[in-house]
């Protein structure tokens, strides 16, 4: 927005740091989510590999001068795309039940318009992709899956 000058004037190195420790922890706790034996709905909303680019492809932190410098944009989702397969294998590996996993992004480049899509991927315990199309959104991702798995239905509105 025009007040992110602003913001970062006010905030300097705060938000980067905040931002770099709070991405970090929050794939520690998702890799350790195994550890919980009862059922659980964990939803996290991690805001990689947007601006600040804080972390390089190895997870080393980055100069800040390079915070907004787009080839640090590929490292940086180089990096989210390591941490979410270690998250994913240590979920598979070490759930004492089978997890359910959706891993969605909020959008795709906005600067092309034809790459409306955004990524939505499931891993289904029992396999029964059949009961999602490509064309469903996010949102019935979701509604489908309660019905399907949890007996929960969810009405669909238009």
Wanted: charged share 25%; net charge negative; hydrophobic share 35%.
């Amino acid at each position: 927005t025009m007040l992110r000058p602003l913001f970062d004037i006010i905030a300097g190195d705060d938000y980067q740091n905040f931002y770099q420790d709070g991405l970090a922890q929050t794939f520690d706790h998702l890799a350790n989510l195994p550890e919980y034996n009862e059922p659980r709905f964990i939803f996290a909303h991690l805001m990689s590999p947007h601006a600040p680019y804080v972390f390089d492809a190895d997870g080393e932190t980055i100069d800040p001068e390079n915070y907004y410098n787009n080839h640090y944009y590929v490292e940086q989702l180089i990096y989210t795309n390591r941490q979410v397969e270690r998250v994913i294998d240590n979920l598979l590996d070490e759930s004492k039940n089978e997890p359910i996993i959706i891993l969605q992004s909020d959008h795709g480049p906005r600067w092309l318009p034809e790459w409306e899509k955004i990524l939505n991927a499931y891993y289904l315990p029992d396999g029964a992709y059949e009961i999602l199309d490509e064309s469903i959104s996010p949102v019935d991702t979701f509604r489908v899956l309660l019905d399907h798995y949890f007996g929960i239905e969810v009405e669909h509105k238009e």
